[in-house]
């Protein structure tokens, strides 16, 4: 089950990379708090207080199946068949997850039986 994150200043889901400021004494949660924004927010705040978010990425395997796996349903919805060279351009810009990781993990999908190649160059779930 994926958990949809959303911005705590606009509300809107965050789809791609999540913007992780901690306010307190440590990074462990100890005696302060956190917010997460979309990527729109953290560049506003960012001009508006003259320094750099860091990003948070994607850390485990599963992290990006899950990911990769719902926009795949996703992109389905909208045109059928899924160009693969398009898919990954689009979870690689949207996610960071390297397009080698990206092909490494579609490549592990279809051995598994949970995608196929519709037809030359086109993914499908299966």
């Given amino acids: ?3 949809k994150t959303f911005c705590d200043k606009c509300g809107q889901e ?7 400021i901690i306010f ?3 990074q462990h949660y100890n005696e302060g708090y956190s917010i997460e924004l979309c990527s729109e927010c ?3 705040l960012e001009r508006f207080l003259g320094i750099k978010i ?7 395997l599963r992290d990006k199946v899950q990911v990769i796996l719902r926009e795949l349903i996703e992109a389905e919805k909208v045109s059928g068949l899924v160009p ?5 351009e689009k979870i690689n810009a949207e996610y960071g997850i390297s397009k080698e990781e990206i092909s490494r ?3 592990q999908l279809i051995r598994d039986g949970t995608v196929y190649v519709a037809k030359e160059g086109f993914l499908k779930k299966t």
């Fill in 54 to 60: 860091p990003e948070w990425r994607l850390r485990s």
């Fill in 105 to 107: 993990i579609i490549g």
């Fill in 1 to 3: 089950m994926v958990t």
């Fill in 24 to 26: 307190g004494k440590d």
């Fill in 84 to 88: 693969i060279d398009k898919f990954i």
């Fill in 14 to 20: 965050i789809k791609g990379t999540v913007f992780l």
């Fill in 42 to 44: 953290a560049r506003e």
